[in-house]
């Protein structure tokens, strides 16, 4: 997995970024060669949510305020990247499995996504789901069949197109599709 590795103070997560890439993951950091917290402000180019990030790992010690040196976590929760805090002293409580905390912190930014289309709808009675890939978003909106004429499908789609875009302005594809489902007898 790619991760992007936020230090609220510098220096204080050498070991989690030691076992991260003995476990094999690919860490990227978002300090510049001066110490700065954004290597993107000279290059935007060198910025590494130019490119996909499976999960940022922001390290604060408990009951810390936060820094400057956390302005990744920020970028990273503009750009929708799933995000967790771990407290550097305590990391085996808090991050024993980076696959778990994965799918943790993507089921809350899916839910983010699902939650703006619901808000776009109103009370249009749809089931929303949302799948994320690396490249594309793909919302899928259910409708019931009565209420799925070809206007409100259209109607449907590019409401629900809206509301991604609003939400995620830096998502390069998104893919809906509308369906229905049998009426409740």
Do not use: F, W
């Not at 990273?76 to 409580?93: L, M, Q, W």
């Not at 509301?163 to 489902?181: G, K, N």
């Amino acid at each position: 997995m790619k991760l992007l590795l936020i230090e609220s103070v510098p220096g204080q997560a050498h070991e989690i970024r030691d076992n991260l890439l003995a476990e094999g993951h690919d860490i990227v950091t978002c300090h510049d060669d001066k110490g700065g917290p954004c290597r993107g402000t000279d290059h935007h180019e060198s910025c590494p949510l130019e490119e996909h990030v499976d999960l940022a790992i922001v390290t604060r010690e408990a009951d810390a305020p936060h820094t400057l040196g956390e302005m990744g976590g920020v970028c990273a929760h503009r750009h929708r990247v799933p995000s967790i805090e771990v407290d550097p002293a305590n990391v085996a409580d808090e991050l024993p499995s980076i696959e778990a905390a994965t799918a943790l912190a993507a089921r809350r930014v899916d839910a983010g996504y699902a939650m703006a289309v619901r808000q776009e709808l109103g009370d249009l009675p749809a089931l929303i789901n949302v799948d994320r890939h690396v490249d594309r978003i793909h919302v899928h909106v259910q409708l019931p069949a009565s209420a799925a004429t070809p206007a409100k499908v259209s109607h449907a789609a590019d409401k629900a197109r809206a509301a991604v875009r609003r939400h995620d302005p830096y998502s390069s594809v998104v893919d809906i599709s509308v369906t229905t489902y049998p009426d409740p007898d």
